[in-house]
T-cell receptor, first 116, second 111 residues
Framework: KAGVTQTPRYLIKTRGQQVTLSCSPI?????VSWYQQTPGQGLQFLFE???????NKGNFPGRFSGRQFSNSRSEMNVSTLELGDSALYLC???????????????FGPGTRLTVT | KNEVEQSPQNLTAQEGEFITINCSYS?????LHWLQQHPGGGIVSLFM???GKKKHGRLIATINIQEKHSSLHITASHPRDSAVYIC?????????????FGKGTKLSVKP
């Protein structure tokens, strides 16, 4: 089975622009979670989608948004980019959510976003 | 105070040494994860624990729910074990709790 894929792998944007990142989960996985990793804050949860619905959201401003499509692929969007948004953005997919409280997450390679 | 604390932050070992990384947390959890991140960013999930002990090859993870503490042990360490090891907890019950991460332990194993 193919693993979690993320595109693009690297991205350079200018402050004020917007960006869209894509995540394709492992086939059959319906839950996709997004995380931001920075040297200062470490890994932080952004949001989780399951069956096209946002189930959970971390403590990030409204400039960060996401969506999930019927094929479980997910996108996250960051509008009005700030220098502090420079980070590694990781997505992870899981087979189940909701009825089972604990589930294994499989991480993608990440998208490294640099905002200049 | 962070909800998930890891120690040590950095660890250098000689090949073959036994290694222990510790994780303490302050919230009630439904599960604890140990993750491995190599340079370049890719993260691999090593263990998911809710009680007791799990073993996979040279890696052993234990958790003490009452003491809110988990340890990751690496036996017969090897340079390829060099990576950042991250502890993450899922608070509460059900899937509603977001993962909360520790800051990671950077391990370097010298040949």
């Amino acid at each position: 089975k193919a693993g979690v894929t993320q595109t693009p792998r690297y991205l350079i944007k200018t402050r004020g622009q917007q960006v869209t990142l894509s995540c394709s989960p492992i086939s059959g996985h319906r839950s996709v979670s997004w995380y931001q990793q920075t040297p200062g804050q470490g890994l932080q949860f952004l949001f989780e989608y399951f069956s096209e619905t946002q189930r959970n959201k971390g403590n990030f401003p409204g400039r960060f948004s996401g969506r999930q499509f019927s094929n479980s692929r997910s996108e996250m969007n960051v509008s009005t980019l700030e220098l502090g948004d420079s980070a590694l953005y990781l997505c992870a997919s899981s087979l189940v959510s909701g009825s089972r409280p604990n589930y294994e997450q499989y991480f993608g390679p990440g998208t490294r976003l640099t905002v200049t | 105070k962070n909800e998930v604390e890891q120690s040590p932050q950095n660890l250098t070992a000689q090949e073959g040494e036994f290694i222990t990384i510790n994780c303490s947390y302050s919230v009630g959890i439904s599960a604890l994860h140990w993750l491995q991140q190599h340079p370049g960013g890719g993260i691999v999930s090593l263990f998911m624990l809710s009680s007791g002990k799990k073993k996979h090859g040279r890696l052993i993870a234990t958790i003490n729910i009452q003491e809110k503490h988990s340890s990751l042990h690496i036996t017969a360490s090897h340079p390829r074990d060099s990576a950042v090891y991250i502890c993450a907890v899922r608070p509460g019950w059900g899937s509603q709790g977001n993962l909360i991460f520790g800051k990671g332990t950077k391990l370097s194993v010298k040949p």
